[in-house]
């Protein structure tokens, strides 16, 4: 009986390093096409940083400070929280002028028909002293999953200067 050797050549000087140079660039190529593909996920920040993430688009021209909007929300604390949610009562009214900053700032960027995530820093919501009930601590920022169902233009002209019904977070 004989037996058969198959020699193993050596690997050429180097050869180990390029495979580990190989890994790091894919990794690196994966890295940035995942970053650039989800751009649309991380949305886009207003000047007073409030972060708004268009989850569907809406159609027409943006809501303006003196418009109505007809929405379904829910509120957040970053822990999760919900404070507040049109859920089981139905949608809102709100005017962008007449609720809390940062709110009527980001309804300002929406569309009728679009559903938006919005995170607002506390100092556009109710900043160092929070709400009077408790449910919304001393500097939290908040988090609003929102669907504009219907805007109506200049809807506090017709109002007649009047508070809308509800407001989030009350």
Same mark, same amino acid.
């Given at each position: 009986? $004989? +037996?058969?050797?198959? =020699?193993?050549?050596? !690997?050429?000087?180097?050869?180990?390093?390029?495979? /580990? *140079? &190989?890994?790091?660039?894919?990794? &690196?190529? %994966?890295? @940035?096409? %995942? /970053?650039?593909?989800?751009?649309?996920?991380?949305?886009?920040?207003?000047? $007073? &940083?409030?972060?708004?993430? +268009? @989850?569907?688009?809406?159609?027409?021209?943006?809501?303006?400070?003196?418009?109505?909007?007809? *929405?379904?929300?829910?509120?957040? !604390? !970053?822990?999760?929280?919900?404070?507040?949610?049109?859920?089981?009562?139905?949608?809102?009214?709100?005017? =962008?002028?007449?609720?809390?900053?940062?709110?009527?700032?980001?309804?300002?960027?929406?569309?009728?028909?679009?559903?938006?995530? @919005?995170? *607002?820093?506390?100092?556009?919501?109710?900043? %160092?002293?929070?709400?009077?009930?408790?449910?919304? =601590?001393?500097? $939290?920022?908040? +988090?609003?999953?929102?669907?504009?169902?219907?805007? @109506?233009?200049?809807?506090?002209?017709?109002?007649?200067?009047?508070?809308?019904?509800?407001?989030?977070?009350?």
């Amino acid at each position: 009986m $004989s +037996v058969t050797q198959v =020699p193993l050549r050596p !690997l050429k000087r180097g050869t180990m390093a390029k495979f /580990w *140079i &190989g890994i790091l660039a894919l990794v &690196g190529a %994966a890295f @940035v096409l %995942a /970053w650039t593909g989800a751009g649309a996920m991380r949305g886009t920040n207003t000047d $007073s &940083g409030i972060s708004i993430r +268009v @989850v569907e688009d809406g159609k027409g021209d943006p809501i303006r400070a003196m418009d109505g909007a007809i *929405i379904e929300y829910e509120g957040r !604390l !970053l822990d999760g929280t919900v404070f507040d949610s049109t859920e089981g009562r139905g949608p809102a009214a709100m005017i =962008p002028s007449q609720v809390i900053p940062g709110f009527g700032e980001a309804l300002q960027q929406m569309r009728e028909g679009g559903s938006y995530r @919005v995170r *607002i820093p506390s100092a556009l919501a109710y900043g %160092a002293t929070g709400t009077p009930d408790g449910k919304i =601590p001393p500097n $939290s920022d908040l +988090v609003f999953d929102i669907t504009i169902r219907q805007v @109506v233009r200049d809807a506090a002209l017709m109002m007649g200067g009047q508070q809308p019904q509800r407001r989030p977070a009350n």
